[in-house]
């Protein structure tokens, strides 16, 4: 349920509003937009009277709200969601690159790569340290190692970290990782959606392989139902039929979440096609279509990865694509990378 108040609400029968709603066990949740305030009412609501509600003279109007996220609504945040993160941050008129390799492998290899993105203009760094992988017999990641070396590269080249967390007994050893992503795999695993609504630090919620938009929005909700409300939504490619690309990028979900979330959207075109080739023009595409980010596997010898070589990019080539982004923000009226 949405409760529009008129402008200039008196603060004295707001109190008395606020009270009579949680008096019904409702939780609230406030926002201020550009002409009026929008308190989001979440819970059973269908205790509530509509009637009863608009008897209240500082309310203009009420509507009950149908999707299932509440939260995560942008009925009931108008305004879109920003993200600090480091320097800059996530959402509204910036746009983020995030790049670096499918999986950390040694130290050379990670401060190398992350010298490297950082001078071409990322503003994060990617890596994994625990890596689920489709076959037992593949390289699962250096683990808690990984983890220190990434925080060793975000020492010298001063980028946040993004890395994935696969198990909530594991959320001790990413106490000082920046944002936390959850993979595809993972989307649906509530046990740990729950356990990170208790972080206070920003969420990468990748899509699943063959999930719906409503699913990567209720999933989002897990997290901000349990208090965590820095989420980052990820497009990174759907199962269909197709065969010629590792998925199909849903380029579509872009707009379609913009009208749906306040939440950020970024998008993997690594993932979402497993060919490097395509990373750079799926990657202006998404920026055309309007998503607030990137996060691009970046390596430094794509033939010798330990993990998804044949979809990384090369530093030079991420300068390259870095470079035509920076050329195409004005079009979509997003802030400049700052120049290299």
Known sequence: MIIILKPNPDQTELASLESWLRGLDLDIHMSQGQTSTIMGIVGDTTVVDIGQVRMFDIVDDVKRVQEPYKK????????????????????????????????????????????DVKAAGAQA????????????????GMREAGIALLLEAREQTGLPIV???????????????DVIQVGARNMQNFALLKELGKVDRPILLKRGLAA??????????????????????CERGIRTFEVAT?????????PVLKELTHLPIIVDPSHATGVARYVRPLSLAALAAGADGLIVEVHNDPAHAKCDGAQSITPAAFAELSDAIAEMLPIVHKNAIPPR
Not at 92 to 112: K, N, R
Not at 216 to 227: D, K, P, R
Not at 246 to 252: G, K, V, Y
């Open 72 to 115: 995560a609504n942008r009925k009931f945040h108008p305004k879109d969601t920003v993200i600090p993160l480091g320097a800059g941050s996530v959402g509204g008129d910036s746009f983020t690159l995030i790049a670096g390799p499918c999986s950390v492998e040694s130290e050379d290899q990670i401060l190398e790569i992350a010298r």
């Open 125 to 140: 760094l990617r890596g994994g340290a625990y890596k689920p992988r489709t076959s037992p017999y593949a390289f699962q």
């Open 163 to 177: 890395t994935e967390l696969m198990d909530a007994a594991d959320l001790p050893a990413f106490t000082d990782i």
């Open 212 to 233: 719906t938009i409503e699913e990567l929005l209720m999933s989002a909700e897990y997290i901000m139902a349990h208090g965590n409300e820095q989420v980052i939504l």
């Open 246 to 254: 590792r998925n199909t990028l849903d380029l579509s979900a872009i």
